[in-house]
């Protein structure tokens, strides 16, 4: 029986109306990175006989902490009650990566009504749903929670570069459009639409490269739907005026269909995106030597003047001093008083999936020290550099077979000029960018390979 017996060493009762509780034990060694989890959305499977007495609507599950007392947020996926199996989502304000964590699942209240709170365990989350071809799990859509199709969901990510490109343009024969970063993303959205949804592959290798493009695919479109003032919840493109004037326009029309320069751009849109989706005021720009954008953080004694770098695999020491001397000029150029910052985008170098881990990589260490040196020799406009890059990771797979979690974030470090015209304030927290895409993909029938 899972029924427990309260005790001195439980904890308190989180309410005497709810009859029975489980003990659940989070081990901290299968915490991924080094760095505890705040406000992480847990994902929690249990099957249970004793689970006959709770309602079969599962209205009277309850998460508490470990002190037995305090509700946490959580979202039933699925219950049967003839299975006694319940999936749900539990939001931890704390998952520690050193000491185990115990949360108390409790249930056995006839008189209950409805204890979830979807909304509480994705706040945060710009964008969150869940795939299913359930009729009976379909549910409004919204920015966080809902249950949509999946092949509505393909249909959604395709539309976003259909209404950026025009539909046409993806369905007529050209030489260049076959490389071109947008058609292969478009590309892999119509494969998944005709396939229902339904992720097909022979080994893990091909299975982890499909999830890496349905991550980064959701990532971009973001940024596209942010920067353009759309629709985030249901991935509606706005349009490309809201990201700035005439002259910003005919540079975006001129440079979305050359290759590089769309990866250039999509780069300044993630930069966009995130400072926007932060509250804080973008201005795009477009003249001659001028660098990419304005960005006014609350607070702050001026405005930061920013410009966005790409660096590909395979670039040199000089490549990298070439670029943040440009961006040095385009701030300078701009003649007002405000903070420098040179974005440097590194997803590049990490072109493969990695383990999660909180430590900086070697290949942006590097790139900080040289970043370091140009400052200091080359460059006063400039506060700092701040280094941008996609870590790409596998939690799991889930040891019953049942699934694996893709995680995509996109991390940032600031590197500060010892001796700038003006120094960033003591705080440059608002100027950081830490993105996170997570995908979870069930396959009920297939075991890990």
Same mark, same amino acid.
């Given at each position: 029986?899972?029924?427990?017996?309260?005790?001195?060493? #439980?904890?308190?009762?989180?309410?005497?109306?709810?009859?029975?509780?489980?003990? *659940?034990?989070?081990?901290?060694? %299968? *915490?991924?990175?080094?760095?505890?989890?705040?406000?992480?959305? @847990?994902?929690?499977?249990?099957?249970?006989?004793?689970?006959?007495?709770?309602?079969?609507?599962?209205? /009277?599950?309850?998460?508490?902490?470990?002190?037995?007392?305090?509700?946490?947020? =959580?979202?039933?996926?699925?219950?049967?009650?003839? /299975?006694?199996?319940?999936?749900?989502?539990?939001?931890?304000?704390?998952?520690?990566?050193?000491?185990? $964590?115990?949360?108390?699942?409790?249930?056995?209240?006839?008189?209950?009504?409805?204890?979830?709170? *979807?909304?509480?365990?994705?706040?945060?989350?710009? =964008?969150?749903?869940?795939?299913? #071809?359930?009729?009976?799990?379909?549910?409004?859509?919204?920015?966080?929670?809902?249950?949509?199709?999946? $092949?509505?969901?393909?249909?959604?990510?395709?539309?976003?570069?259909?209404?950026?490109?025009?539909? #046409?343009?993806?369905?007529?024969?050209?030489?260049?459009? &076959?490389?071109?970063?947008?058609?292969?993303?478009?590309?892999?959205?119509?494969?998944?639409?005709?396939? +229902?949804?339904?992720?097909?592959?022979?080994?893990? &290798?091909?299975?982890?490269?499909?999830?890496?493009?349905?991550?980064? *695919?959701?990532?971009?479109?973001?940024?596209?739907?942010?920067?353009?003032?759309?629709?985030?919840?249901?991935?509606?493109?706005?349009?490309?005026?809201?990201?700035?004037?005439?002259? @910003?326009?005919?540079?975006?029309?001129?440079? %979305?269909?050359?290759?590089?320069?769309?990866?250039? !751009?999509?780069?300044?849109?993630?930069?966009?995106?995130?400072?926007?989706?932060?509250?804080? =005021?973008?201005? @795009?720009?477009?003249?001659?030597?001028?660098?990419?954008?304005?960005?006014?953080?609350?607070?702050?004694?001026?405005?930061?003047?920013?410009?966005?770098?790409?660096?590909?695999?395979?670039?040199?020491?000089?490549? !990298?001093?070439?670029?943040?001397?440009?961006?040095?000029?385009?701030?300078?150029?701009?003649?007002?008083?405000?903070?420098? !910052?040179?974005?440097?985008?590194?997803?590049?170098?990490?072109?493969?999936?990695?383990?999660?881990?909180?430590?900086?990589?070697?290949?942006?260490?590097?790139?900080?020290?040289?970043?370091?040196?140009?400052?200091?020799?080359?460059?006063?406009?400039?506060?700092?550099?701040?280094?941008?890059?996609?870590?790409?990771? @596998? !939690?799991?797979?889930?040891?019953?077979?049942? +699934?694996?979690?893709?995680?995509?974030?996109? %991390?940032?470090?600031?590197?500060? =000029?010892?001796?700038?015209?003006?120094?960033?304030?003591? #705080?440059? $927290?608002?100027?950081?960018?830490?993105?996170?895409?997570?995908?979870?993909?069930?396959?009920?029938?297939?075991?890990?390979?």
């Amino acid at each position: 029986m899972l029924q427990e017996q309260r005790s001195c060493n #439980d904890g308190g009762w989180y309410d005497k109306s709810w009859s029975s509780r489980l003990t *659940v034990t989070i081990n901290h060694e %299968k *915490v991924c990175g080094t760095e505890d989890k705040i406000d992480f959305p @847990v994902y929690f499977v249990h099957q249970s006989s004793d689970f006959a007495k709770a309602q079969p609507s599962g209205a /009277d599950f309850v998460f508490t902490s470990g002190d037995g007392t305090m509700k946490l947020c =959580h979202e039933i996926r699925s219950w049967s009650p003839a /299975d006694c199996r319940l999936v749900a989502y539990v939001k931890l304000p704390r998952l520690s990566a050193v000491l185990d $964590t115990k949360i108390f699942l409790y249930y056995g209240n006839p008189k209950a009504v409805d204890q979830q709170n *979807v909304d509480g365990v994705w706040s945060g989350y710009a =964008h969150v749903r869940h795939l299913s #071809d359930k009729p009976s799990e379909q549910s409004p859509p919204g920015p966080t929670g809902g249950t949509i199709s999946r $092949t509505e969901h393909f249909q959604m990510q395709r539309r976003v570069l259909e209404d950026l490109f025009g539909a #046409d343009w993806f369905t007529r024969p050209s030489k260049w459009r &076959n490389v071109h970063p947008a058609y292969e993303d478009w590309k892999f959205c119509t494969g998944m639409i005709e396939s +229902g949804g339904q992720f097909q592959w022979r080994d893990n &290798n091909e299975l982890q490269a499909l999830a890496m493009k349905w991550a980064r *695919v959701m990532r971009n479109n973001w940024s596209l739907v942010q920067c353009t003032r759309g629709d985030v919840g249901n991935f509606g493109l706005g349009h490309l005026a809201n990201y700035g004037d005439e002259k @910003v326009m005919r540079r975006l029309q001129s440079v %979305k269909l050359h290759h590089e320069q769309y990866l250039d !751009l999509l780069a300044e849109f993630l930069c966009v995106a995130w400072f926007s989706s932060q509250g804080q =005021h973008v201005t @795009v720009s477009e003249n001659p030597g001028w660098a990419d954008f304005q960005i006014v953080v609350p607070a702050w004694a001026a405005p930061v003047v920013a410009d966005c770098k790409r660096i590909s695999r395979g670039s040199t020491g000089e490549t !990298l001093k070439s670029k943040i001397k440009k961006a040095n000029k385009q701030i300078k150029q701009l003649g007002i008083d405000s903070y420098g !910052l040179v974005i440097l985008n590194a997803s590049d170098l990490f072109p493969d999936v990695r383990a999660l881990d909180d430590t900086i990589p070697p290949e942006i260490s590097e790139v900080a020290n040289l970043a370091q040196k140009v400052l200091s020799r080359y460059c006063t406009a400039i506060s700092a550099a701040l280094l941008v890059w996609d870590e790409v990771s @596998v !939690l799991g797979p889930d040891p019953h077979g049942r +699934g694996v979690m893709f995680v995509l974030r996109t %991390k940032s470090m600031t590197v500060e =000029h010892l001796a700038p015209i003006r120094p960033l304030p003591e #705080d440059s $927290t608002p100027i950081r960018i830490g993105c996170t895409i997570t995908n979870f993909i069930h396959f009920p029938n297939r075991e890990w390979v």
